[in-house]
């Protein structure tokens, strides 16, 4: 019961913190296709040399059970693998991991761009946003936005990274 009083709290502290910059909760419909990470900001241990490899496209589907599923193809030393992770929807916008992690998403306006925040323990408390888009195309709103919602969440550096088959400008970072 406790378990269920925090996640719904939570909820409603993340749509309230949504709200105020002009985003909508997202279904699990509506984020169905293919994505890109365009920013991210974050402070899990992520080792530097990792942060410069390309990232792939994403997408989510359903699966054979009917489920919303996140995919993206990793090149590993043995080759490409699909990593899976199944989401169970929480409540309006946040998602659940199989790892009970607690992840919301939620549209900018014009529901091209949405923003995913994970904040969880594991080992220690970590948070993890990104600024995910439908094409690569740069969106000043939403890198506003973004930039606007990084600070509220106490970061302080976001990540450009560079993307598989993208001629775009090279990794870079921002310290706000």
């Not at 910059?21 to 990470?37: C, K, N, R, V, Y």
């Not at 309006?92 to 761009?113: A, C, E, M, N, Y």
């Not at 088959?165 to 870079?172: R, V």
Request: hydrophobic fraction near 40%.
């Amino acid at each position: 019961m406790r378990l269920l009083l925090l996640t719904v709290g939570l909820s409603l502290l993340s749509v309230a913190r949504a709200q105020k910059f002009l985003l909508t909760p997202a279904s699990s419909q509506e984020l169905l296709g293919d994505w890109h990470i365009v920013r991210w900001a974050g402070d899990l241990p992520i080792p530097e040399e990792k942060k410069t490899h390309p990232l792939p496209p994403f997408k989510f589907v359903r699966n054979k059970l009917n489920k919303l599923e996140f995919r993206m193809n990793l090149m590993k030393p043995i080759g490409c693998i699909q990593f899976q992770m199944i989401l169970d929807v929480a409540s309006q916008g946040t998602f659940q991991t199989g790892w009970r992690h607690t992840i919301s998403v939620h549209f900018l306006p014009g529901k091209d761009h949405a923003i995913a925040y994970f904040k969880g323990k594991i080992q220690q408390t970590y948070q993890m946003t990104m600024l995910m888009g439908r094409t690569l195309e740069e969106d000043p709103e939403a890198l506003s936005i973004f930039e606007k919602f990084v600070k509220d969440k106490g970061l302080t550096k976001i990540t450009a990274p560079p993307h598989l088959g993208n001629q775009g400008p090279p990794f870079s970072s921002l310290h706000l």
